[in-house]
């Protein structure tokens, strides 16, 4: 948590050094939208082999404000498309250990800040890298049905009715992004861009690939 503060502290000092700037020398905004690619990794409780990856179609809108022509803080809001995976809990019955099928179906909402360094001025096409913070809340649904499993007792197998359950649960969490692009421009105002993010935790736990179009004002 304290390296989240300290990185929400960076982002917004920048702002705060360029408002005793006089606005006509301010940088312009830009706007974009964007569909990529979500990559995140899920940790289920209780379940066997809960830590995987899960993909999806994602979807995006962006605000930023240039301080100067090479720095600018940006606001995105991203929203996956729910993901379906089939996986096994962990169940014990009568003394023993069993596995049930069970579905579970994820969807991501990401609002995030990150302070961006523009290389290049006056350029057709600008590099950039990025840092910055996204708070994430996650929905979630594990679902499993009616199923007739084995557990295996003093060298015999024993057959255990799982009876069907449906469990949601919302978490709400944050997490440090690092990302890199391309910034293209068509026109004066009108650009293409084409972005890597990635989400850490600990360690790389979510990585999201996005093209999108935007226009400066």
Request: overall charge neutral; proline content about 4%; charged content about 20%.
């Amino acid at each position: 948590m304290r390296a989240l503060i300290a990185i929400a502290a960076w982002v917004v000092m920048p702002g705060l050094a360029a408002a005793q700037t006089p606005p006509a020398a301010l940088a312009a905004n830009d706007v974009g939208i964007a569909l990529g690619w979500s990559g995140a990794e899920h940790n289920i409780h209780d379940i066997h082999d809960s830590r995987r990856w899960h993909g999806s179609l994602l979807a995006g809108v962006s605000a930023g404000h240039y301080w100067t022509d090479h720095l600018k803080t940006e606001l995105d809001v991203s929203w996956s498309r729910p993901r379906d995976r089939e996986i096994y809990e962990t169940l014990e019955r009568q003394g023993g250990f069993t596995y049930a099928l069970s579905d579970y179906r994820a969807h991501d909402v990401r609002l995030g800040i990150v302070q961006v360094f523009q290389f290049g001025r006056n350029a057709w096409v600008h590099p950039y890298v990025g840092v910055g913070a996204d708070v994430v809340r996650r929905q979630a649904t594990l679902t499993r049905d009616r199923q007739t499993r084995v557990i295996y007792l003093q060298n015999r197998t024993v057959p255990v009715e799982i009876p069907p359950s449906i469990e949601r649960d919302t978490t709400t969490f944050a997490e440090a992004v690092l990302k890199t692009g391309l910034k293209m421009y068509a026109t004066e105002q009108l650009f293409f861009n084409t972005e890597l993010k990635a989400g850490i935790r600990g360690e790389v736990d979510h990585v999201v690939w996005k093209f999108g179009m935007g226009f400066d004002f």
